[in-house]
């Protein structure tokens, strides 16, 4: 028993020091040449647990490949970057959907991003970028910016698009409050009101964006089995779906978008 206990630590220390894939968008000296690194960390799914330990499962609930972690000081400020390789770019937006914290404004060198005082985060293609420092000085704020920046600059390739889940939506009015989510970790992460409308489903991706007189939900599903449970659940006919927007004797507005695919409008008074 002990000696299976010691070759799983050891498979996961081994796997934290293990070498950055070619290709992979880390950050490195070359980069910023005046920083003192410290060797960069690479865990796969698996070994995720090793890093964050609980934390890994919600990466995991959205699909994760792997990620390398890349610690740094330069004049005696300390910084820890991490990059998160998820499965696919529906994936890395609902990680940082679900990830992003108190974001004072959002630069615009790329797509997805969210800056504080300590953190910068950032969604591009199928990566989610956190950069963390410590004292949350201007200066601080500064590295972390460029770091978040010469990172992005080396992911190329589409990013999510917000109009896959809400076609006649403003991306750029929805991009900084929406939350999609791919199970129960992800609604009690990002959107926790929401956890009894989801009761005991499964196989869905939900995006969800709430303003001042309505929530939409644009939920897929991945089998139609699960979508057919979903609308049974709410106590609604498939024969009342429509193409078109009907309204539901619950209340909410429900159009199809596409095969197991629906967008729900749901009044102010009905929103968690």
């Not at 070359?30 to 609980?54: C, H, V």
């Not at 919600?58 to 998820?86: P, S």
Request: hydrophobic share 35%; aromatic share 12%.
């Amino acid at each position: 028993m002990y000696r299976i206990l010691y070759l799983i630590l050891l498979l996961i220390s081994l796997s934290g020091n293990a070498q950055v894939p070619e290709g992979f968008p880390a950050i490195g000296k070359s980069d910023i040449p005046e920083a003192k690194f410290q060797a960069p960390r690479y865990f796969t799914s698996e070994s995720l647990f090793g890093y964050m330990n609980g934390g890994a499962e919600l990466y995991r609930e959205y699909g994760i490949i792997d990620a390398v972690i890349t610690e740094f000081d330069v004049e005696g400020r300390h910084y820890k970057c991490e990059v998160f390789r998820m499965t696919g770019i529906e994936e890395a937006f609902g990680i940082y959907s679900v990830s992003k914290y108190k974001c004072l404004d959002s630069p615009d060198f790329t797509e997805y991003t969210c800056r504080n005082k300590y953190q910068v985060q950032v969604c591009r293609g199928q990566y989610y970028i956190s950069i963390i420092n410590r004292s949350g000085t201007s200066a601080d704020s500064l590295m972390t910016l460029r770091v978040a920046k010469i990172i992005s600059d080396k992911i190329t390739g589409p990013s999510f698009d917000l109009k896959t889940f809400i076609p006649d939506g403003d991306p750029e009015i929805i991009k900084g409050s929406a939350v999609l989510v791919k199970g129960k970790l992800g609604l009690a992460n990002g959107a926790s009101g929401w956890e009894d409308y989801f009761m005991d489903q499964s196989g869905y991706t939900t995006l969800i964006y709430k303003n001042e007189d309505k929530t939409i939900l644009s939920a897929c599903f991945a089998k139609s089995e699960d979508f057919k449970l979903f609308v049974s659940f709410h106590g609604w006919g498939l024969c009342e779906l429509s193409v078109t927007d009907v309204t539901i004797s619950t209340g909410e507005t429900v159009r199809l978008l596409g095969d197991n695919h629906m967008l729900i409008r749901i009044p102010a008074t009905g929103n968690r």
